[in-house]
Structure formats: structure tokens, C-alpha cells
């Protein structure tokens, strides 16, 4: 048994010394975190301003939650990476079409962009027809988008 300590320890050893580095890497075969949890820490990590840390995050969290998609749109619009604020917009409406929130945030990109008015439009006008809950920020969007064209 000692004999068989001894020898795991001189291959252990001999990694390390053979490494790059004298301190072994650890690495996670795991995400400790679930896809709500990356969701989560990528809103703290926006609401702090730290966009592309959200942007990792969400990353992480789309992988299993496709609401991910429309938050990576927000964070890319914050930067005014129109494009791919634009990509992630629509694959967020792709993934959740149920989702009134993407055909707003599209529109309301139009809108800020000013271009596409006619498209912002129709979006923020099915935006108000999916979710009248949330009417007063549909309608806000839509009315911009009117008084723009």
C-alpha cells in the first residue's frame, strides 16, 4: 500500500514539474451554475454597466434558455451594436415568438436607428396585440415609430 502512495506521488510529481506551470489547473468538468443562475448574473453584470460580462453570461444561459436571446439583444443594444442587437432580437422572436417583449425591442431598435419604419410598426403594433398587459410601453414605442415616419 505505501509502495502504491509512494509511486501516485512521484507521478503527480512529475506532472507538475513536467507542466508549463507550478501550480496543477484546475478544471471544471461542470457548470456549478444553471442556465437561471448565468441569466441572473447577466443582469447584475448589465445593470452594473458591465456589458460584455452580461454578454457572457447570457451566452452561457442561452445554451438551455432561449429568453437568453433577448437579453444578449439588450446587451449588444446598450453597446449599440446594432447588428448584432438586431440578430439576437430576432432569434430571440425565432426561439420564443410568444415572447411580446423581442418584437418591441426590434421595433424600438428601428426606431432608434431610424430605419425599417414600417417593420418597426408592424412589430410594436403585434407587440401590443400579444401582451396588452404591457400596453403603455408597446403603445409608447408604437407612437414614436408613428410620429418618426
Not at 509511486?7 to 512529475?14: N, P
Not at 451554475?33 to 451566452?59: R, S, W
Amino acid at each position: 500500500m505505501k509502495k502504491k502512495r509512494l509511486l501516485y506521488l512521484y507521478v503527480l510529481c512529475s506532472l507538475l514539474l513536467a507542466s508549463s506551470c507550478s501550480f496543477p489547473r484546475v478544471i471544471i468538468l461542470r457548470d456549478p451554475l444553471t442556465p437561471e443562475e448565468h441569466l441572473n448574473l447577466g443582469v447584475t453584470y448589465e445593470q452594473q454597466g458591465e456589458f460584455d460580462n452580461a454578454i457572457k453570461e447570457y451566452n452561457l444561459a442561452a445554451k438551455k434558455l432561449p429568453r437568453a436571446y433577448l437579453h444578449l439583444g439588450n446587451a449588444y443594444f446598450q453597446k449599440k451594436e446594432w447588428k448584432e442587437a438586431e440578430t439576437y432580437y430576432r432569434k430571440a422572436i425565432r426561439e420564443e415568438p410568444e415572447n411580446a417583449d423581442g418584437y418591441n425591442n426590434l421595433a424600438w431598435l428601428y426606431y432608434t436607428k431610424k430605419e425599417n419604419l414600417d417593420e418597426a410598426e408592424k412589430l410594436a403594433h403585434k407587440a401590443l396585440e400579444m401582451n396588452p398587459a404591457k400596453g403603455d410601453i408597446y403603445r409608447d414605442t408604437l407612437e414614436k415609430i408613428r410620429e418618426m415616419k
